[in-house]
């Protein structure tokens, strides 16, 4: 105990194993299953995106003179 608190536990290998095993599955999310879920919870709440009207802004690297000497 620390400071009056649990700073260690012994558990047996096989279940620290099984508990890292499940950890690291659960950090493994990729970007299109939280895509699908997002979408899975937007049908459930009857919930539409609407991502607003596009504009365009200004581009540096666009606007740039490249045939000029630097």
Known sequence: MNRDRV???VV???A???YEAWN???QRKTL???FEELRGICA???YVL???LREDRANAL???DIDSPL
Do not use: N
């Open 7 to 9: 700073v260690a536990a």
């Open 12 to 14: 047996a290998a096989s």
């Open 16 to 18: 620290f194993q099984a």
């Open 24 to 26: 690291e599955q659960k």
């Open 32 to 34: 299109a299953a939280a």
């Open 44 to 46: 459930e709440e009857d």
């Open 50 to 52: 609407d991502p607003g």
């Open 62 to 64: 666009v606007d740039a």
